[in-house]
């Protein structure tokens, strides 16, 4: 029998609205079930900075930044299973629709030509992340286990999925509880 | 130039070309020839015109490669773009026209005058590297051929008006065998043919054992017999001349020198089908053999050989008539050639029905390979036993291989089917070789652990195609090559191919780029089998060959692409933040990643 | 007695001429499909309704049915083939399902929920594809086509317009309308067109009936696509 130790889960949102982190916490009561099994690592729940060792690692929202590459790759590098949680982190979802357009024309618009701009000028301080020419699923920047889409994925249809993934069983959300939208 | 062409001109081609929506594709290739481009208000006069829709007009036009909607020059200057012309040097030699006309591949020069391109192969393998300059072929160049075609273009030299010499074509045959060392005279073949009557000539045909040279290996006496018994009266010869598979040029070869034996070839099919209207489809490439090929057409309209009552035959009334393309391979798919025949865009069509009960335009339709039609010349002169004689139990006769790449002596080679690769290798004067392609792109990439084997049908069938790579050369490189060829010459139809075609050109160029990573080769794999197994015509499903192949027999050269163990991003995540770099002007540490830092995870 | 073939492994019986999905409906069998619809001549390529028949892949849309064929359909290879192809389609285009209003009502995205379609897979092509927002009553988003050309066909053997057409060739083939200017509003298209009322995505769109019923209350929100496509009303299904 194998032994029965909690599972390590980290959380984070990258390019996302914390909209899949809600409905996380739509399971409702289902949350203490999950937290005998489990312990949080790095998640907004904990305020833990940094993904230590992990068994799975959830992340919600696409790339579109530099710091989101980094935390993407910590989270890749300590989870054994990680997924893409919601539309945004499945196709780059809202923030991808920049991606036809051309992202000095973006930083121009917002920062440099717009009415009413006391200092016109594209921000340069090293504390904030550089800007990806194009935003991507996270499939496209790390190698990526699992998938559970939605925008964001019903708290019954997360909790599917958890309870398959802690439970050793190969994560399947269908029929109803599997939606795009 | 204005965008407005004159009405005088419209009316002018619509009068020579015809009037009607099956004559589109004629009708655009001929203002296309006059003209630097298409523009939109042509596409619209000639929709009204024609009385069809504009937007299929306009879609018709935006599906081959030589018609412009946009402006593309007076000069449209297109390097053949095989890996035998890349492995000729055509690369630099394009770079050195750019640079000297100042422009950038693909866009036009600033004063209008001249673009320099990139197109699929142009049937000159064999005297590489090529380039098309409006609808003429030059081949042989080098250095000082580039150079003295910059100054003609610079000093808006007419076409016609450039030195003949540079518009020369060879032949190049090396090996001539019944086909090719047999000279016949005009009508010969014919008169044996008619005086057996049509159903001896169709008997002499099915003891030939001819199957088609285009590649499918059909036998032509079933194809010819299921066109005559089909229902209509109004029957089709169609002589497919769209020689677009990479490697191939010996219909270039016989439409030069041998065009009676194929036009000969298309009257002894109609004689066996009853057929009397005949068409050659003629890719755009070779357009410049064209005034040539309707000399000889005139010629024998003229010996009684075209036209009504062929031979004194009451009712053997037969013409051809020369149809151009305007460089889609796909419309070497029969069904696809007979779509663009009709004027359309080159999609192929859902078989059943065949081509030979619904053919052009409805029609029962026999569509034979250039080479095909030749052959039947001979079986007509010396009868089908003695044409079955020769080659093996299931190829008869004799197979014109066209032989490119790393060899002494490039050309075209005549062999009874049954030869073996070693032979066709050691008499080309190839050494050190690590690889034969045979029948091209779509075909198989041959190891030398197989050179014993031999061309036929019931071995290593070809088209025709034979391109030999010595170890010089990265078959890496030769498989990129031909991927990107099928990505740009999907017409699009299907979602497998369309999507997959360019997928696996995404993956190859990933390798390709240095990102390669284990997981992408079982990705390729899996395109490689979707390609194959859910593709609507051969163009997809032959599309993954010569991956499939080089992976299968070359897997070191993929191997040594892979950088990383796992997964590895497809693009360039620093480069993907340049240009946030550039808009706020940093390039401290944290504007870039260390591409060392867990990159290979 | 009737010709029949079997459609794994259960007989289905068919007229002469009928192709195998034609039959398959008829007994109320479904293959997946999008460019196929009952009332245009089968086109087939999408080719999501690809079928095996000794050992071959062939759409069923268009082959017609044989007696004594073993057809395999709802097997794990065929439908991890069709999600595939899914997957190729999604990628292609830009299919952001949360901002469409078509979402709920689409039948690539109710195919990819019947096909377990997790992942888009492969990566984002994510092309520029114009918006045309001129006619009065109708939006055209390109972003999302499939280039099942139902559009095409309806306008041109149904409504006599040919109002749309493809043009280029390969990933760069795309619509076009029938409009030097390519504008929608300067054709004669109508909202009553059946090209109107035919698209199985969300390229061709009523304004102002966007939301009028909410997400998660719509067609495939209701029921999956292996059932609604089985109703005798799903002909001009929207």
């Known amino acids: 029998m194998i032994e029965q130790r909690k599972l390590r889960v980290a959380t984070v949102s990258l390019a996302g609205c914390f909209g899949c982190h809600m409905s996380l916490l739509d399971i409702d009561e289902h949350l203490f079930e999950l937290l005998?099994?489990?312990?949080?690592?790095?998640?907004?729940?904990?305020?833990?900075?940094?993904?230590?060792?992990?068994?799975?690692?959830?992340?919600?929202?696409?790339?579109?930044?530099?710091?989101?590459?980094?935390?993407?790759?910590?989270?890749?590098?300590?989870?054994?299973?990680?997924?893409?949680?919601?539309?945004?982190?499945?196709?780059?979802?809202?923030?991808?629709?920049?991606?036809?357009?051309?992202?000095?024309?973006?930083?121009?618009?917002?920062?440099?030509?717009?009415?009413?701009?006391?200092?016109?000028?594209?921000?340069?301080?090293?504390?904030?992340?550089?800007?990806?020419?194009?935003v991507h699923p996270i499939h496209e920047v790390v190698r990526v286990d699992y998938f559970l889409p939605g925008c964001p994925p019903s708290g019954e249809a997360i909790w599917k999925f958890l309870a398959d993934l802690v439970n050793g069983r190969t994560p399947r959300v269908t029929g109803p509880l599997l939606h795009f939208d | 130039m204005s965008a407005e062409v004159p009405q005088a001109l419209i009316d002018e081609v619509l009068r020579t070309a015809g009037s009607t929506p099956d004559r589109l594709l004629q009708i655009l290739v001929t203002l296309q020839a006059q003209l630097d481009f298409l523009p939109p208000t042509l596409i619209s006069r000639l929709a009204e015109q024609l009385g069809m829709p504009r937007s299929r007009v306009e879609g018709v036009a935006g599906f081959y490669s030589f018609l412009h909607l946009a402006p593309a020059g007076r000069y449209r200057v297109r390097f053949s773009d095989n890996i035998i012309d890349r492995m000729l040097g055509s690369e630099a030699l394009m770079a050195t026209m750019c640079a000297n006309l100042q422009l950038r591949p693909g866009v036009p020069s600033a004063?209008?005058?001249?673009?320099?391109?990139?197109?699929?192969?142009?049937?000159?393998?064999?005297?590489?590297p090529a380039v098309l300059v409006n609808?003429?072929?030059?081949?042989?160049?080098?250095?000082?051929?580039?150079?003295?075609?910059?100054?003609?273009?610079?000093?808006?030299?007419?076409?016609?008006?450039?030195?003949?010499?540079?518009?020369?074509?060879?032949?190049?045959?090396?090996?001539?065998?019944?086909?090719?060392?047999?000279?016949?005279?005009?009508?010969?073949?014919?008169?044996?043919?008619?005086?057996?009557?049509?159903?001896?000539?169709?008997?002499?045909?099915?003891?030939?054992?001819?199957?088609?040279?285009?590649?499918?290996?059909?036998?032509?006496?079933?194809?010819?017999?299921?066109?005559?018994?089909?229902?209509?009266?109004?029957?089709?010869?169609?002589?497919?001349?769209?020689?677009?598979?990479?490697?191939?040029?010996?219909?270039?070869?016989?439409?030069?020198?041998?065009?009676?034996?194929?036009?000969?070839g298309m009257t002894l099919a109609a004689w066996a089908t009853g057929a009397r209207d005949g068409l050659l489809y003629l890719r755009g490439e070779y357009a410049w053999l064209r005034p040539q090929l309707e000399a000889t057409l005139a010629a024998r309209r003229a010996a009684g050989l075209l036209g009504s009552g062929i031979l004194g035959q009451t009712g053997f009334d037969f013409d051809i008539a020369i149809h151009l393309g305007a460089g889609a391979y796909v419309c070497g798919e029969e069904s696809a050639l007979l779509e663009s025949l009709e004027g359309k865009r080159g999609t192929p069509r859902i078989r059943p029905p065949f081509p030979v009960t619904h053919g052009y335009l409805g029609r029962p339709t026999v569509v034979n390979n250039v080479e095909t039609l030749a052959k039947t010349c001979l079986i007509a002169r010396d009868g089908g036993a003695a044409f079955a004689a020769t080659g093996t139990a299931q190829s008869a006769g004799t197979k014109l291989l066209s032989i490119s790449g790393d060899c002494a002596r490039p050309g075209v080679y005549e062999y009874p089917f049954g030869v073996s690769i070693q032979q066709v290798l050691d008499d080309c004067g190839a050494a050190d070789v690590l690889a034969v392609q045979v029948g091209g792109a779509s075909g198989v990439t041959v190891a030398p652990y197989e050179f014993q084997r031999r061309i036929a049908f019931e071995?290593?069938?070809?088209?025709?195609?034979?391109?030999?790579?010595?170890?010089?050369?990265?078959?890496?490189?030769?498989?990129?090559?031909?991927?990107?060829?099928?990505?740009?010459?999907?017409?699009?139809?299907?979602?497998?191919?369309?999507?997959?075609?360019?997928?696996?050109?995404?993956?190859?160029?990933?390798?390709?780029?240095?990102?390669?990573?284990?997981?992408?080769?079982?990705?390729?794999?899996?395109?490689?089998?979707?390609?194959?197994?859910?593709?609507?015509?051969?163009?997809?499903?032959s599309a993954p060959n010569p991956v499939v192949d080089t992976l299968l027999k070359f897997r070191p050269a993929y191997e040594r692409r892979i950088q990383h163990a796992d997964f590895q991003p497809a693009f360039d995540l620093d480069g993907a933040l340049a240009r946030a770099r550039q808009m706020t002007g940093r390039d401290d540490a944290g504007a870039h990643f260390d591409t060392g830092m867990g990159a290979t995870r | 007695m009737s010709a029949t073939f079997l459609l794994d492994?259960?007989?289905?019986?068919?007229?002469?001429?009928?192709?195998?999905?034609?039959?398959?409906r008829a007994a109320g069998r479904y293959i997946p499909h999008l460019c196929w619809h009952p009332d245009f001549p089968p086109h087939g390529s999408c080719k999501l309704c690809i079928v095996k028949v000794a050992g071959r892949h062939v759409s069923s849309c268009a082959m017609p049915a044989k007696e004594g064929w073993e057809v395999e359909s709802d097997t794990p290879e065929m439908n991890g083939e069709r999600r595939a192809l899914l997957q190729m389609l999604f990628v292609e285009g830009n299919h952001f399902c949360p901002s469409c209003e078509k979402s709920g009502n689409c039948q690539l995205q109710a195919l990819a929920y019947d096909l377990e379609m997790m992942t888009p897979r492969f990566n984002h092509f994510f092309p520029d594809r114009p918006v045309d927002a001129s006619h009065p009553d109708v939006l055209l988003d390109f972003n999302r086509c499939i280039y099942c050309e139902l559009c095409v066909r309806a306008s041109r053997d149904k409504d006599g317009k040919g109002i749309f057409a493809l043009t280029n060739r390969g990933i760069h083939k795309h619509l076009v309308v029938n409009a030097e200017s390519g504008r929608l509003a300067d054709t004669d298209f109508s909202a009553d067109d059946m090209a109107a009322n035919i698209c199985p995505v969300g390229v061709i769109l009523h304004k102002r009936v966007g939301f009028a019923v909410p997400i998660g209350q719509r067609t495939y929100d209701e029921a999956p696509i292996h059932l609604v496509a089985m109703r005798p009303e799903a002909a001009g299904d929207d």
């Open chain 2, 135 to 264: 609808d003429r072929a030059i081949g042989r160049l080098n250095h000082q051929r580039v150079m003295e075609i910059c100054d003609l273009i610079r000093h808006d030299a007419p076409l016609s008006a450039w030195p003949e010499e540079l518009f020369h074509v060879d032949d190049n045959i090396r090996r001539a065998d019944a086909l090719l060392s047999s000279p016949m005279v005009a009508g010969s073949a014919l008169a044996k043919a008619v005086a057996l009557g049509r159903d001896g000539w169709l008997a002499q045909m099915q003891a030939s054992k001819l199957r088609g040279r285009g590649g499918a290996g059909f036998t032509t006496a079933v194809k010819w017999l299921a066109c005559r018994d089909a229902a209509g009266a109004d029957k089709v010869v169609v002589c497919n001349a769209d020689e677009g598979e990479p490697g191939t040029f010996k219909d270039r070869v016989l439409l030069n020198r041998h065009a009676d034996l194929v036009f000969e």
């Open chain 3, 9 to 24: 492994g259960q007989p289905v019986s068919f007229e002469p001429g009928q192709t195998i999905l034609e039959a398959a």
């Open chain 1, 36 to 134: 005998d099994r489990i312990d949080f690592d790095r998640s907004p729940l904990t305020d833990i900075k940094h993904c230590g060792p992990c068994d799975i690692g959830l992340v919600e929202g696409g790339v579109c930044n530099a710091e989101n590459v980094h935390v993407l790759r910590e989270f890749r590098a300590n989870c054994r299973t990680l997924v893409a949680l919601g539309a945004c982190a499945v196709n780059g979802g809202l923030p991808a629709q920049r991606n036809h357009l051309d992202l000095g024309a973006c930083l121009d618009e917002v920062y440099r030509s717009r009415p009413g701009l006391a200092c016109a000028a594209v921000p340069n301080d090293p504390e904030l992340p550089l800007l990806l020419d194009k």
């Open chain 2, 111 to 128: 004063d209008g005058r001249v673009t320099v391109s990139t197109t699929s192969c142009t049937g000159m393998g064999d005297q590489g």
């Open chain 2, 459 to 541: 071995d290593v069938p070809s088209a025709g195609a034979f391109m030999v790579f010595d170890s010089s050369r990265d078959i890496f490189e030769v498989a990129r090559n031909f991927v990107h060829f099928f990505a740009h010459e999907s017409c699009g139809f299907c979602t497998p191919c369309r999507v997959g075609t360019a997928l696996l050109k995404g993956y190859m160029d990933k390798l390709a780029e240095g990102y390669g990573a284990l997981q992408d080769l079982a990705d390729i794999d899996w395109l490689d089998r979707l390609l194959k197994n859910a593709s609507h015509c051969g163009l997809g499903s």
